[in-house]
C-alpha cells in the first residue's frame, strides 16, 4: 500500500488541482444561480397569480424534475463525459434564465409558462449535480474526499443561501426580471469556467466499453443502479437513514415560518435571521468536516450528525427564545451538513467509478421522495398537536433513526475508511 500525502487542514490533495478547483468555482456559480431563481420564483408568482393553488402548482413543477429525471440522468452521467453533461446544462441554464428575465421584465408572464421554465430549470439541475457528485472522485484521491466534499457544499450552502437569498429580494424589487438576469450571468460564467475544465468521462467497468453501452439500454442500466444500492449494506443503510432524516427536517421547517410568528413572536425579517444561522452553520460544517474526519472514526461522526442535531431539535421545541433558536438552528445546520459530506465521501469512495451517476441518482431520488412526506407528515403534527410538535417528534425520531437502519449501519467502516479509501483516483479518468 502506498503511503499516503497528509492533507493539512486548510488543502485538498488532488490528483487534478486545476480541475478541483475549477469545479468548485462552477459549482458554487452555478449554485449562486439556483438560488437567486428558486427565491425570485415564488415572488413572481406572487405578482402573478397570488393564490395558495398557484403555489402548490411551483412547489410541483419544482420537485417533479427530481422525482420523474433523477434515475435516467444517473444513468446518462455515467455513460456521457460529466463534464460536458454539466457545460451544456450551464448553458440550456443560462439560456432558460435569460428567457425568465425578458418575460418577467415585459410582464405579461403567464402561469404555465412559468412552470414550465421552473421544471426545465429543475432538470437541467438534476443533471449537473449528478454529474459533479461523480466527477470529484476523478480529481481527488478517496482519502481526501471529505474535505473537497466539504470545500464543495460549504461554498453551495454561502452562495446559494447566505448570498443568493437576500440578493434575490433586493434586486427583484428594483426590477422583478433582474434576479433572472443575474441568474442567466452566472449560468454563462459557469459555462466558461467548465469549458476549460479536462474531460470527465468514467472509466472502468463493462458499462464504459463502447459495445456494452451500445447494447446496454438505459432502463438496464438503471436496474443495475438499483441492484448495486440494495447489495451494498453500508449504503442501503446510509440511503434509509439519509430518507428519514429529510423527512425530519422537512417537517420541521414545513411550518416553521408559522412558528417563528407564534411561538417565537419575530416578524418576515426574524424568519430570515433565523434560517441564515441555519445555513451559517452547514457552511461552517462544510469548512470543517475535513478535520472532523481526520479526528473522527466514520460510524461516531455519522452518530454525532444524528444527535447534535436531535438535541438540538428537542431545544427548539421546549424554548420561545429567538437567541436559542437561532444558535440551535445552526447546529440543526451543522450536523445535516456533516451527515452529508461524510456520507457523500464514503459512497464516493466504495460505489464504482463507471456506478457513480446511477447509485447517486437513487439517493437523490429518495431526498425528493420523502421531501413531500416529511411536509405532510409535519402539518398533521401541527394540526393535531402544535406547532412545537414536528421539533420534539423529530428529535426522538433523529436519536433512533440509527437503529431504523438495523444492523446494515454495522457495515459502515469503522477503521480508516472503506476499501476504497485505499484506491487514488485515476488520473486517466
Not at 1 to 30: E, H, N, Q, W
Not at 100 to 119: D, E, K
Request: aromatic share 6%; proline share 6%; hydrophobic share 55%.
Amino acid at each position: 500500500m502506498r503511503r499516503r500525502a497528509r492533507c493539512s487542514d486548510d488543502s485538498v490533495r488532488t490528483v487534478d488541482p486545476g480541475g478541483f478547483r475549477k469545479l468548485v468555482a462552477a459549482t458554487a456559480v452555478s449554485r449562486l444561480g439556483d438560488g437567486l431563481h428558486l427565491t425570485a420564483l415564488p415572488l413572481l408568482i406572487a405578482g402573478v397569480a397570488p393564490d395558495p393553488t398557484a403555489f402548490a402548482g411551483m412547489a410541483v413543477a419544482q420537485a417533479l424534475p427530481w422525482l420523474l429525471v433523477s434515475l435516467p440522468a444517473g444513468a446518462l452521467v455515467d455513460r456521457l463525459d460529466r463534464r460536458l453533461v454539466m457545460t451544456v446544462s450551464a448553458a440550456l441554464q443560462c439560456l432558460l434564465a435569460a428567457v425568465l428575465a425578458v418575460a418577467a421584465t415585459a410582464g405579461g408572464l403567464q402561469l404555465p409558462t412559468v412552470y414550465a421554465l421552473a421544471f426545465a430549470l429543475g432538470c437541467c439541475q438534476t443533471f449537473a449535480e449528478n454529474a459533479a457528485t461523480a466527477l470529484l472522485p476523478q480529481l481527488v484521491p478517496a482519502d481526501a474526499l471529505p474535505t473537497a466534499n466539504g470545500r464543495l457544499v460549504g461554498a453551495e450552502i454561502v452562495t446559494g443561501q447566505l448570498i443568493a437569498v437576500p440578493l434575490a429580494g433586493v434586486v427583484f424589487v428594483v426590477s422583478p426580471g433582474l434576479p433572472f438576469l443575474l441568474d442567466a450571468l452566472t449560468f454563462a460564467l459557469a459555462f466558461l469556467v467548465l469549458l476549460s475544465l479536462r474531460g470527465g468521462r468514467a472509466r472502468g467497468g463493462r458499462a464504459t466499453g463502447e459495445v456494452a453501452r451500445a447494447a446496454s439500454t438505459l432502463r438496464r442500466e438503471i436496474r443495475e443502479g438499483l441492484r448495486w444500492l440494495a447489495a451494498d449494506p453500508a449504503c442501503r443503510s446510509l440511503a434509509a437513514v439519509g430518507g428519514v432524516i429529510n423527512t425530519v427536517i422537512t417537517g420541521c421547517f414545513a411550518t416553521f415560518a408559522l412558528f417563528t410568528v407564534e411561538v417565537l413572536h419575530t416578524g418576515e425579517v426574524g424568519y430570515g435571521l433565523l434560517m441564515w444561522a441555519s445555513a451559517a452553520g452547514g457552511a461552517a460544517a462544510g469548512l470543517a468536516a475535513g478535520s472532523a474526519r481526520r479526528r473522527l472514526r466514520h460510524r461516531p461522526l455519522l452518530l454525532l450528525s444524528l444527535w447534535v442535531p436531535a438535541v438540538a431539535s428537542l431545544a427548539i421545541g421546549l424554548t420561545g427564545n429567538v437567541v436559542v433558536t437561532a444558535a440551535m438552528l445552526a447546529l440543526v445546520g451543522f450536523g445535516g451538513t456533516t451527515w452529508t459530506v461524510v456520507t457523500l465521501s464514503l459512497r464516493q469512495s466504495v460505489i464504482p467509478r463507471h456506478f457513480q451517476g446511477r447509485v447517486m441518482s437513487v439517493f437523490r431520488l429518495l431526498s425528493a421522495g420523502t421531501a413531500p412526506i416529511g411536509a405532510v407528515l409535519g402539518a398533521m403534527l401541527v394540526d393535531h398537536f402544535g406547532l412545537r410538535a414536528p421539533w420534539l417528534v423529530g428529535a426522538a425520531v433523529l436519536l433512533l433513526a440509527p437503529g431504523l437502519a438495523g444492523p446494515a449501519l454495522a457495515a459502515v467502516p469503522t477503521d480508516e475508511g472503506p476499501a476504497g479509501d485505499h484506491k487514488s483516483a485515476d488520473p486517466a479518468a
